[in-house]
Structure formats: C-alpha cells, structure tokens
C-alpha cells in the first residue's frame, strides 16, 4: 500500500501568495474587489469606447463612478485611528484593487480627493469646507515644464542654466495672489474638477528665482470657477480613457493669500512630502493592472487549444506563466516597501518613491505586453479587454513622471547617499 502524500496546494487570496493580511484588511479586500468588478470594469469598458468629450458629461458613466465611490466611504477620514504601518498597507489593499477594476478611474479618485486632503494637512477651517464635496484635481505640469518640475537639486540641471519657470506662475501681493498661464494638457480630472491644487512657481516680489537660479514656488488650493477659470477639451488618449485630461486657463486669477497652503520659506519640503506621498500610489495602481493583465492571461490559457491540447498544458506556457506570476509578485512586493518606508521613515525621500513607480511601471509594462503574447491575435482584438490593458499600461509608462527621468533621479540620490553619509562605504 502506497504511503505517498500529496504536497497540498499553497494558500492564495486576491493578492497572491500573501499571509500578512488581518481579518479587516481582508474584508476591505473583498468588499473592494466585489466594487471594482461589479462597478468600475463595466463602467470603464462603457468609458473607454466614448469620444472624449461624450465621456465626461453629466449623467455619462463616469459621474456614476464616483458616485458610487462616495458610497465606499474611502475617504482619509476613515484611516484616521489607523497606525503609519497600518495606513500604508490598507491604502495598498485598497488601491491595488481599485487599478485591478480599472487604473484610470483609480487615478481619478485618488486625485479628486488630494486639494481637500491636503486642505486638512493645513488645518485651515475655510479650505477644508472649500474642498469638502468636490472633486479635485492637482495641477503641476505645463506646455514646457514636465520633468523640470521634478527637480530637487540644482546639480541636476545643466551648468549654468536657471530653473523653469514654466508656462503658470502665481504673483504674491499683500492679500491676495493672482495666478496666470496655464496647465499642461495632461492634468487629471482637469475637465471636471472643481477645485485645484496648484503647485507651481511664485513671485513673492523680489522675481522667480533665488541667488542660485532655483525658482520659488507654491502650493495654491483654487476654486476652478472663479472668473479668468477657462478649460481646453477633454485629451482624445491611446490608454486611460475613463480618466479625463485636459489643459486649464487662468487670466488674473484673483484668491486671498491665505489660500496658499506653501510657500516661499516651506514650499520646498512640503513639496517633497506631497510627492513622496502621493507618488507610491503608482506603484500601487501598477500591481493592480499587471495581476489583472495575468489573470487574464492565465484564464485563457486554460480555455484555448493548440496543438491538440490546451495551451497550458504546454511546458513553454507554463514557463511564461511563471515568469509573468514572478513579475506579478515583485511588483506588489516592490510598491509595499516603498509605501511602507515612506510612511514610516522620518525621512521619506520622493526620490525613492520615484524608484517605485519606475521599477512596477517597467514591470508592468513586460507583464502586460507578454499577457497579451499568449492571446495571439485575438489579443489585438477590443472584443477581449487584454488590449485596453496594454494600452492603460503604456500610459503609465509616461505618467506621473517618464521612468527614466525617475530612475535618472533615484541614481542621483544614491550618489548623494554615498558622498554625504557614507552609505555603501566597506
């Protein structure tokens, strides 16, 4: 009598091979999971088909979304109790399934919420009420200044030039800021949104520019009715549909100073902060899309036949799948550490956040590409929603910062590590 016993099969939840997840967190998990199939892919489906200045009108899917979204009650209130550790791990149960349903309705949650988010970091009473209710959006590109914007340190640009200034600058008098040029074409919810952040350069009366040529900036919460508020059309795009993007106008833009949440002696740091924070939600929305894209994948391989058998039950498929299930892992594993340091370190740095979103990007992007290599031709097909996830994936690739610039960036800071403190020295 045989005596052998089978090895029995791993546990595994919604997000892989993970054991970390308390009761509560997995019942987010589930709860989140059943919206983002139930709500957000039927719904982003509906969106990604509409011309782009169908798709965001009242009554269209897109305000069904958010409507329902509310209904969720997702909103920073409810982590408030929560511990640093404890934030950063919920937010990427929550946001990883949120991009699994769909990574542009993600990206226009996040940002809708960020002007009163940041509002109550401030603790002033006015901008909260201000932003309470509203969707958002964050404005911090223009026509000429994209990756310049990420610049921390001077020695990053070329010798002898002067920071940019760009195409939207804020003008500081005595009680009040006027605000002109406009956003770049890629603002997020910019369509929509009816409240900003604006995060761009400032006079504060004595010019744009310190003894060094950084510019000066800040950080302006801005209602988006007041009058000189105009908007370009929302962005025909390749990828990301459901999220609208579209340039915003500003013609002597009048607000009370006290509606400046940074400025000229805080701006910097508090800029940093702001990035690094919010910067670890790609990473998170990259996890999402690449295991929706396996997923996908490896559903299909257990329906289609070739050579008289189903494709995985090829060795050759089953090597892909090991590959794509090992890249699938890493990504979540790489955008929980940098949310979790960055959360928890006293010095959060967004240069390591940037390295996030470059690595589960680029990763994102193999995952994607090879998912849709084992659909063959019918992934080129919009009849299988493999293909809008390669094209949601390419967007990501640019988004939030081009991955080369990012990793461009982490490179400099592990330069500045080992000169300043030391560190990597035997």
């Known amino acids: 009598m045989s005596t052998r016993h089978e090895v029995p099969l791993p546990l595994v939840g919604l997000s892989g091979f993970d054991v970390s997840l308390s009761e509560e967190e997995q019942g987010v998990q589930e709860m989140i999971h059943r919206f983002a199939r139930d709500v957000m892919r039927p719904l982003a489906r509906e969106l990604d088909r509409l011309p782009a ?30 511990t640093a550790a404890q934030r950063a791990s919920l937010e990427g149960i929550v946001i990883e399934e949120l991009a699994w349903g769909d990574a ?4 226009s949650a996040g940002v809708g919420g960020l002007p009163l988010e940041m509002a109550r970091a401030s603790g002033q009473q006015e901008l909260i009420e201000l932003c309470e209710g509203k969707l958002g ?7 000429d200044r994209g990756s310049d914007g990420l610049i921390l340190y001077s020695e990053e640009r070329y010798p002898g030039s002067k920071g940019n200034k760009g195409n ?19 603002v997020s919810n910019g369509p929509v949104a009816q409240v900003g952040l604006l995060d761009i350069v400032a006079d504060y009366g004595d010019g744009f520019y310190d003894e060094h040529g950084n510019t000066y900036g800040c950080n302006i919460i801005v209602p988006l009715d007041l009058p000189g508020i105009s908007r370009g059309k929302p962005l025909e795009k390749l990828g990301k549909r459901p999220l609208p993007q579209g340039e915003i106008y500003f013609d002597n833009v009048k607000v009370p100073r006290r509606f400046a949440i940074a400025t000229r002696d805080d701006y910097e740091l508090k800029h940093a ?63 929980r550490h940098v949310a979790h340091y960055t959360k928890c370190s006293p010095r959060p ?27 063959g031709g019918n992934g080129l097909t919009r009849e299988y929603p493999i293909e809008k996830l390669l094209r949601d994936a390419r967007a990501m690739q640019i988004e939030d910062g081009e991955n080369n610039i990012l990793q461009m960036h982490y490179g400099h800071l592990l330069s500045l590590l080992h000169q300043q403190e030391g560190w990597g020295r035997a």
């Open 53 to 82: 200045e169908e798709a965001y009108q009242p009554g269209s899917p897109f305000w069904a979304f958010h409507g329902e979204m509310l209904k969720l009650g997702l909103g920073p209130e409810a982590m408030t109790d929560l």
């Open 104 to 107: 542009g309705l993600t990206v």
């Open 137 to 143: 959006c964050w404005c911090a590109t223009q026509p």
């Open 168 to 186: 939207l600058q804020a003008t500081f008098k005595a009680d009040e800021i006027i605000i002109n040029g406009q956003t770049s074409a890629w």
């Open 273 to 335: 902060h702001a990035w690094a924070q919010a910067g670890t939600a790609m990473s998170h929305i990259a996890s999402g899309l690449a295991r929706a894209a396996f997923e996908l994948a490896l559903a299909y391989v257990h329906e289609r036949k070739q050579g008289g058998a189903l494709l995985a039950s090829h060795q050759l498929t089953q090597h892909r799948l090991g590959g794509l299930g090992m890249k699938v892992e890493a990504i979540r594993a790489m955008a």
């Open 349 to 375: 740095h967004p240069y390591f956040t940037a390295s996030g979103k470059a690595f589960c990007c680029s990763e994102l992007m193999n995952v994607v590409n090879e998912s849709l290599q084992l659909f």
